[in-house]
């Protein structure tokens, strides 16, 4: 779902990143949906040279997919293959969290193993040899001959904990839609008229599971042996690699490479590899959930779901599911074990929290298993943030009505929402009008015979996509807003710093300076917290 201010944000990322020519480009893909090279020049007014250049950029970045799709030709002309390119808003906004992303993998695997990467973080898609070459581990570990062993058992603790993926197809060739009604197989999604052109083409790019986290170690030995010969090669690789090079160009439909040939790679066919952002994802919904059934429930609550999502870790490979694979109790309890806080744990004790989280009880009590309802969290999630919200902007009647409206889900008629509520009929109609103005709620009026207006009954229902929508656009306005302060506070602590240079106020402007940048930041961790459970959870 992008919003408005959810494309402004993305935007400035970009042109933060990479500059205003690269975001003006961005822009233009966000707004208007896939475009040709030629459809890209003509919006944006800018040279091809500045376009091409843009969109190397972009797709080195993993914010740009290419792919080819056969267009009909015109007066008699046969049809043509068009290369155009898609903006990929969710690996745009990615950007954001970098930091987050690098602390899971800092905490779960050190420092060395971020080295790695952070190196992807920060240049997009490396080969091995790159990212030898731009590892710290390679210049701390060369002299004493064990940087291949410590790149090879940090690329690989990256590739098993799925942080890290092979790139997806360079430009994959959408086949033409069938006109009519046809049988098709379940793996046909591709060719699914359903699907939008943007959900087709993230659909050819995706790559098997099989060779998603390969690691070849033969490829990887051979790689940091010859690394010692390729120690300026790596900035030219990136320019040289096809993901770049094949920018604008043509394609015909017999020169399309196979499946399996169409992995991203550099000149000297190295594959490229990527941070893994479905993981993150998945990583940071869990932790959003385990702190919700926290706060809601009590800390043995969070404890169970956080063992139930350890002992589910091997079987989920969908971010977004919801449900959890159903597991034994035994199995919950041996996980729940394993953590400090959970050895004081008993069966019971697990059983019942189970069922507070919205587990039913097998009827036998055999190899009883459990599956917890994740949807229903995240729902009650956004919930309370949205009745936060609610609260603060209209006030305590206006949030009782708002949540009454969000639990029954159905229409109420005015005089049993101010009755339930407590609120007088009359400040109760003020409020709800109030609500239904700023298309918060649905208003449905009901009128008998000719004098409808005397017996008229006005049915109010909670209009959730239009709120949640909102809400969303509103935080992204937010958070562009935090992202704006915080620079232009580093510009006013540069002019600061420069004026008291030298001076006995230096370390105390330092200190203040340090504080307010730390205020903002973690007020920005917090609101794209928000952004995430209403956005990608």
Known sequence: ???????????????????????????????????????????????????????????????????????PGSFGEPPKIVTQYMALYDNIIHHMRFPKFSSIVSNEFGRDCAYVFDGLLQHGRLSMNQIMDRSELNIKNREN????????????????????????????????????????????????????????????????????FLVESDALINGVLN????????????????????????????????????????????????????????????????????????????IVLRAVFEANRRD????????????????????????????????????????????????IAINETYSIDLKKIIDQAQAQEVESIVMKKYGRESYRMFRLLAERERFIETDKIASTTFVEKKDALVALFKLWKDDFLHLERIGNGNDAQKSETMLWKLNKRSVWEQVLDDLY????????????????????????????????????LRAKWKVLEASLFILDDAIMLFHDF
């Open 227 to 302: 690394n010692n010969d390729d120690d300026d090669a790596d900035a030219d690789d990136i320019k040289k690699s096809p993901t770049t090079s094949i920018v604008g160009e043509k394609r015909k439909q017999d020169c399309l490479e196979s499946e399996t040939e169409n992995w991203a790679t550099n000149k000297n066919k190295e594959i490229l590899w990527r941070v893994n952002f479905e993981e993150f994802v998945r990583r940071l919904r869990h932790k959003a959930c385990v702190l919700h059934v926290t706060e809601r429930i009590d800390s043995i609550a969070g």
């Open 145 to 212: 001959g064990n940087a291949s062993n410590v790149l090879h058992e940090n690329f690989n603790k990256l590739a098993q904990a799925r942080f890290i993926e092979r790139c997806p197809a360079v430009e994959p060739f959408l086949e033409p839609q069938e006109e009519g009604p046809k049988k098709r197989g379940a793996k046909s999604k591709i060719g699914d008229v359903s699907q939008t052109l943007e959900a087709r083409a993230l659909a050819a790019t995706a790559p098997m599971e099989s060779l998603r």
């Open 477 to 512: 306005h937010a958070a562009l807003n935090l992202k704006l302060r915080i620079i232009h506070e580093n510009d006013l602590a540069k002019d600061s710093l420069l004026v008291v240079k030298g001076t006995a106020d230096d370390a105390a402007i330092k200190n203040r």
């Open 316 to 363: 989920e490979t969908k971010v977004k599911i919801e449900k959890t694979v159903p597991l034994l109790l035994q199995t919950i309890f041996d996980e729940a074990m394993k953590t400090e806080e959970g050895r004081s744990l008993t069966l019971e004790r697990v059983r019942a929290t189970l069922v507070q989280l919205g587990c039913e009880l097998p009827t």
């Open 1 to 71: 779902m992008t919003t408005p201010h959810g494309i402004k944000l993305a935007v400035h990322l970009i042109s933060t990143y990479f500059g205003d020519i690269v975001s003006k480009v961005c822009d233009c893909l966000l707004n208007k949906g896939p475009l040709s090279q030629m459809q890209v020049i003509k919006y944006t007014q800018l040279t091809k040279q500045q376009v091409a250049n843009s969109l190397l950029v972009l797709i080195h970045h993993n914010c740009v997919q290419a792919f080819n799709i056969q267009l």
